[in-house]
């Protein structure tokens, strides 16, 4: 059985962080460490216009000896952002993830963000999924099922 997004997140739930593309990156690697988030949404008027990851933030801040003060999000932030959508599956998304080295996936609906799933999220998902099998398993050879 296929397991699509939405019913991920209709478990996890359909929170999302964002941040604005002006905002200060120190201010953005406060929220994430409050929320404890590894990225956020750079949304601008509601519109998903970027993503900034703890990644973003050694590649470009700490590597480039740059001031997280003083630079803001929009400067350091991925602006060709991939995603997936509610109906696809999590199968999907681990593909997509894999491919591209991506650790946290905007989920969107009629062009809006309603939703980020992380590696976590998706292994936990599919640890889960994989419990279940051999539990039913287990019953039916016990005759429990």
């Known amino acids: 059985m ?5 019913q991920m997140l209709d ?8 941040v604005a593309p002006e905002a200060m990156v120190i201010d ?21 216009v ?3 990851s703890e990644r973003d933030y050694t590649r470009k801040i700490i590597l480039q000896n740059r001031s997280s003060l003083n630079t803001p ?4 932030m991925t602006s060709k952002v991939l995603y997936m959508t509610p109906d696809q599956t999590v199968e999907e998304c681990m593909v997509l993830m894999s491919k591209h080295h991506i650790r946290h996936m905007p989920v969107m609906e009629n062009g809006k963000p309603i939703g980020v799933l992380s590696t976590k999220d998706v292994m936990y998902h599919v640890i889960s999924e994989k419990d279940s ?12 099922g």
């Open 28 to 48: 953005a690697i406060r929220l994430m460490s409050e929320k404890g988030v590894g990225a956020l949404l750079v949304l601008e008027d509601g519109n998903l």
């Open 133 to 144: 099998i051999i539990s039913q398993l287990e019953n039916y050879i016990s005759g429990v």
């Open 73 to 76: 999000v929009k400067d350091i």
């Open 2 to 6: 296929k397991t699509g997004i939405r």
């Open 11 to 18: 478990n996890k739930g359909y929170m999302i962080h964002g």
């Open 50 to 52: 970027g993503i900034i």
